[in-house]
C-alpha cells in the first residue's frame, strides 16, 4: 500500500502543481479610470495648443477598442461613455464651424463605443468557457494521474508532467504506479497523438494498468491487459471512424529482491543512476509498441536488471530525450548527469528540469513526463 509521506516532500514537483482554476482577470477599475484620464487630457492640451481638437478627438475613438481587449464589460462602457461624452461635449456647447465634422466625430465615437462593449461580451464569455475547460481538465488530471510523490514498500516515486500545450492539461503522457501483493508495479507510456482522443486511449491504458496490476501475477500478463485495452479502444475508434492509436510504454516489477523486471514497448529505456554513473539498462529488450502486437509473431518477453537498494531509477518519456538547444542538438541526458552522486528523487526531478529548461532556453518542444524511481535503502540489521 501506499504511505504517507513527510510534508517536507510534498513541495518536489509534480503533475498537479498547475494552478488551472484561476479566474479571468481584468485591470482594476481605478486604473482604467486614470489610464483615460490621462489619454484624454493629453489629447485636449495638445488640441488646444494647436488648434485641432477636432483632429485629435478623432484619437479619443480609439479608447474602448483598447479597453476591449483588457477590460470588463462594464469598464468598457464606462471608458466608451465617457469618450462619447468628451466628443460630443464641443458639438452641444461650441455649435458653429466644422460643425458636420464635429457630428461626424460623435457617431463614430458612440458606434465605436457600442462595437467595443459588444466585442467585450464576446471576449469575456470566451474566456469564461476557457476557465472552465481548464478546471474540467485539471479535475480530469487529478482522475488520470496520481500526485507526486508516492512511497510504498519499495520504491519512492516522484517525478514532474509538464503538458507542451497549456489549454491542454492532459497530454499524450501518462504514467502510475501500483502497490502489489507482487512488489510495486510502475507504467510510464506516451499515447500516439495530441487531444481529446489521446485522452480517451490515456484513460484506458492507465485503467487498464490500476485494475490488471492487481490481478496479474507476472509483468507479462501484465502488458498482454494493457495490449487488449489498446486494441479494444481502437476497435470503438474504428466504428466512429477515428484513426487507431498505438501506446509506446514501460512497465516495471520492482520486488524486495536486488533485480527488477521490466518489458519495454517501443519506449524509452530506463536509465540507472548509482555511484554517479548513469546506465541505459535494457537496450535490445524492447518490443513493439502497445496496440501492434498482432504485427510481430515473437510475444513480449520479461527482462531483468540489477537495481540496487539507494539507486535510482529514471524513466522519462521523449519529451525530455528529443529536446533540442536552439542549435538543434538533443538533450546529452548521460552527459549531463554522469558523475553525480546518487541524490533525492525530489532533488533529481527539479535539478533535471531546470537543467532541460536552461538547454532549451525555455522552449518546450513536447510533452515532459519524468519519473524518479528510488529503490528504498536495505534496513540495518
Not at 468628451?86 to 455649435?95: E, L, N, S
Not at 465634422?101 to 466585442?119: E, M, N
Not at 476557457?130 to 516522484?158: E, G, K, N, Y
Request: contains cysteine; charged residues 20%; glycine residues 10%.
Amino acid at each position: 500500500m501506499f504511505r504517507p509521506l513527510r510534508a517536507a516532500m510534498s513541495s518536489a514537483p509534480g503533475p498537479t502543481d498547475h494552478d488551472d482554476t484561476t479566474a479571468i482577470r481584468t485591470p482594476a477599475t481605478r486604473d482604467v479610470f486614470l489610464a483615460t484620464m490621462a489619454a484624454t487630457a493629453v489629447v485636449v492640451v495638445l488640441g488646444l495648443l494647436t488648434g485641432t481638437a477636432v483632429l485629435l478627438l478623432g484619437l479619443l475613438v480609439f479608447l474602448p477598442a483598447f479597453a476591449a481587449a483588457l477590460c470588463s464589460p462594464r469598464q468598457t462602457a464606462l471608458v466608451s461613455a465617457w469618450v462619447s461624452l468628451v466628443v460630443v461635449a464641443p458639438v452641444v456647447f461650441q455649435p458653429g464651424e466644422r460643425i458636420l465634422d464635429r457630428v461626424i466625430l460623435t457617431l463614430f465615437a458612440v458606434g465605436f463605443g457600442a462595437l467595443a462593449v459588444y466585442g467585450t461580451r464576446v471576449r469575456v464569455t470566451r474566456e469564461g468557457a476557457m476557465v472552465r475547460l481548464r478546471s474540467t481538465a485539471a479535475a480530469m488530471q487529478r482522475q488520470i494521474l496520481r500526485p507526486l510523490p508516492l512511497l510504498t514498500d519499495d520504491v519512492l516515486v516522484d517525478g514532474v508532467y509538464e503538458p507542451l500545450q497549456e489549454d491542454k492539461l492532459v497530454g499524450g503522457d501518462i504514467y502510475d504506479v501500483a502497490a502489489t501483493a507482487w512488489g510495486t508495479r510502475v507504467l510510464i507510456g506516451d499515447v500516439q497523438g495530441k487531444g481529446l482522443a489521446a485522452i480517451g486511449m490515456a484513460i484506458d491504458v492507465v485503467g487498464a494498468f490500476r485494475e490488471a496490476a492487481h490481478r496479474e501475477p507476472t509483468v507479462t500478463a501484465l502488458v498482454d491487459a494493457l495490449e487488449a485495452a489498446v486494441v479494444r479502444h481502437n476497435d470503438y475508434a474504428g466504428q466512429r471512424g477515428e484513426p487507431e492509436r498505438f501506446v509506446t510504454a514501460l512497465v516495471l516489477g520492482v520486488d524486495a529482491g536486488t533485480d527488477t523486471q521490466f518489458v519495454g514497448c517501443g519506449h524509452i529505456p530506463p536509465y540507472l543512476l548509482h555511484e554517479g554513473v548513469v546506465t541505459a539498462v535494457g537496450a535490445g529488450e524492447e518490443h513493439v509498441p502497445l496496440g501492434l502486437a498482432d504485427l510481430v509473431d515473437e510475444p513480449r518477453t520479461v527482462a531483468w536488471f540489477a537495481f540496487p537498494a539507494g539507486a535510482t531509477l529514471l524513466l522519462c518519456t521523449d519529451g525530455l530525450t528529443e529536446a533540442r538547444s536552439r542549435d538543434g542538438a538533443f538533450y546529452p541526458l548521460e552527459a549531463r548527469f554522469g558523475g553525480r552522486v546518487d541524490i533525492t528523487a525530489g532533488r533529481l526531478i527539479g535539478s533535471l528540469v531546470d537543467d532541460v529548461r536552461n538547454f532549451t532556453a525555455g522552449v518546450q518542444q513536447d510533452d515532459l513526463a519524468v519519473l524518479a524511481v528510488r529503490r528504498a535503502p536495505r534496513p540495518a540489521p
